[in-house]
């Protein structure tokens, strides 16, 4: 019974290339949530999906950030063109329905460090 | 805009003694959930204990609990008979209760804790 799993744990680029995160989400899950955490920071939320579909984007980057949960397959964040300051943990959750106030499984992260 | 608060950085507790950890937050909703998450050095959060902000009672999750002050915006998290274990960074997180916020949680910056022996 495989948790969220995320990869790669530990992501480095050069300033310009592009970052993919993948996340997992646990066995039945659908709905799938990815936050980004800086250092001595709390989680910030970035973008919710479900299968094909983004349902809530508030949290995103509006340049260079992108997320998509297709059909089959893991989830994938991508990060074009990456600077210093996109060097962070980017954490993955997910969860099995709409109720509220439900659990999220997280991931254990991708930590990216931009050189 | 919701905003959640952790006033101490960093705590320490030798171990089974109780320690309590502060979180305050700022809303203009009636009804909310609040959560505590706990991050240990493997960096995996991991839910500790939440509460629904239409339930009056305090939660409570073997050794762990919280004081819910709901005029005061107080959300406290007690642990007793603190474990080596429990040694890790401590988050309090709020979520709005309609489905646009659903999964949108908004954490603190957290609070170290460290369990002595």
């Known amino acids: 019974n495989a948790g969220v799993m995320q990869n790669p744990r530990h992501l480095v ?27 001595e920071e709390g989680l910030k939320f970035m973008v919710y999906l479900q299968k094909e579909n983004i349902i809530d984007e508030s949290g995103m980057p509006k340049e260079r950030f992108s997320a998509e949960f297709p059909k089959e397959g893991p989830s994938i964040l991508r990060i074009q063109q990456v600077v210093r300051g996109d060097s962070a943990a980017y954490f993955c959750a997910s969860s099995p329905s709409t109720v509220l106030n439900e659990k999220l499984f997280f991931g254990s992260g991708t930590q990216l460090s931009v050189l | 805009a919701q905003t959640v608060t952790q006033s101490q950085p960093e705590m320490s507790v030798q171990e089974a003694e109780t320690v ?29 204990i939440r509460q629904e902000a239409y339930k009056q009672q305090n939660a409570t999750e073997n050794r762990f609990s919280v004081n819910f002050q709901k005029a005061a915006k107080s959300f406290s998290l007690k ?22 916020s659903q999964g949108n949680l908004i954490f603190g910056k957290g609070t170290k804790l460290s369990v002595k022996p």
């Open chain 1, 13 to 39: 680029r050069r300033r310009g290339q592009e970052a993919r995160l993948r996340c997992s989400p646990m066995k039945g899950h659908s709905h799938v949530y990815w936050y980004r955490q800086l250092p």
């Open chain 2, 79 to 100: 642990i007793s008979d603190s474990q080596l274990g429990d040694t890790a960074m401590y988050f309090c997180a709020f979520m709005k209760p309609d489905r646009g």
């Open chain 2, 20 to 48: 309590t950890l502060s979180c305050t937050y700022d809303t203009s909703e009636n009804n909310y959930y609040l959560f505590w998450y706990k991050q240990p050095p493997s960096r995996q959060m991991i839910l500790v």
